[in-house]
């Protein structure tokens, strides 16, 4: 604690000093004082470390790679082993449903991608029990049928100004997603599309020479993989590659057709 009172006469001068912020702003010397707002703010509530402990938090996994690399059923297999049942949001014109006699899950399609709509499904989605909520994929609410930058866009010709007037109103809606995941009571896995391109490799063993097609920055914002406990990438091979993992166990691995080995027993819950 920044502040403990050693006897009896510093505790009553201590509490004495514990003068509330309406009491405060209630002078007119600290209304005007900005330092002396701040004071009296943290007089009343002290800052205090505590020992860290580790809790069985919920998993935050992004899953990023180009179209056919394997994201949409990778997502099912993780959810089918995290366990609970699972919720799929889907941004692919029913897609995910191909998969509907491998795994057990209720979808949701959507035809428009607001980030405003995801709380809301986050907030459904664990008032109905389910364990686990899919976004397949959250790139639709950046890029997508009124997702983020189809609202700047929206924003600049309805006020007529440049794009910083629209983002002050996308924005907030952004942040509003990303606190929405991050405080979720259920696991949340995300799939992103990525930017491709194509690159020719020479074969070591015969000297030939082929395309191949790679994936390269995710579509979303940028820094998206900051907000995560685990980010990865897939290829056309179905390999995953472990980009970042709050999990030492798995940081910096590479899972051909991977599941139940990205959910560890019995720790399925810590990662």
Request: net charge positive.
């Amino acid at each position: 604690m920044l502040f403990s009172a050693r006897n009896t006469n510093e505790a009553e001068s201590a509490q004495q000093l514990r003068v509330s912020p309406t009491a405060a702003l209630d002078h007119t010397t600290c209304r005007n004082d900005p330092a002396a707002v701040q004071t009296a703010v943290s007089r009343e509530m002290p800052l205090q470390f505590r020992k860290a402990v580790k809790r069985d938090a919920k998993l935050r996994l992004a899953l990023s790679g180009p179209s056919g690399s394997g994201k949409t059923y990778t997502l099912l297999k993780i959810a089918s082993e995290l366990g609970g049942p699972i919720a799929l949001v889907d941004t692919e014109r029913g897609s995910a449903e191909k998969y509907a006699d491998l795994f057990e899950f209720d979808t949701l399609p959507l035809e428009s991608f607001s980030p405003d709509l995801i709380p809301g499904l986050i907030e459904i989605a664990g008032a109905k029990g389910y364990g686990v909520l899919i976004i397949d994929s959250l790139s639709h609410f950046w890029s997508g049928t009124n997702g983020e930058l189809d609202q700047v866009d929206k924003g600049k010709r309805r006020l007529r100004e440049d794009g910083s007037a629209a983002w002050r109103e996308v924005i907030p809606k952004h942040n509003k997603m990303i606190d929405a995941i991050l405080g979720a009571p259920i696991h949340i896995l995300i799939s992103m599309r990525v930017k491709t391109e194509w690159v020719i490799e020479t074969d070591e063993r015969t000297g030939k020479t082929k395309p191949r097609k790679i994936g390269l920055q995710p579509i979303m914002r940028d820094g998206i993989e900051y907000e995560f406990d685990l980010c990865a990438e897939m290829d056309h091979e179905n390999t995953l590659l472990m980009t970042k993992a709050r999990c030492p166990k798995l940081s910096g691995g590479i899972f051909p057709r991977p599941g139940k080995e990205l959910v560890p027993r019995p720790h399925k819950k810590r990662l």
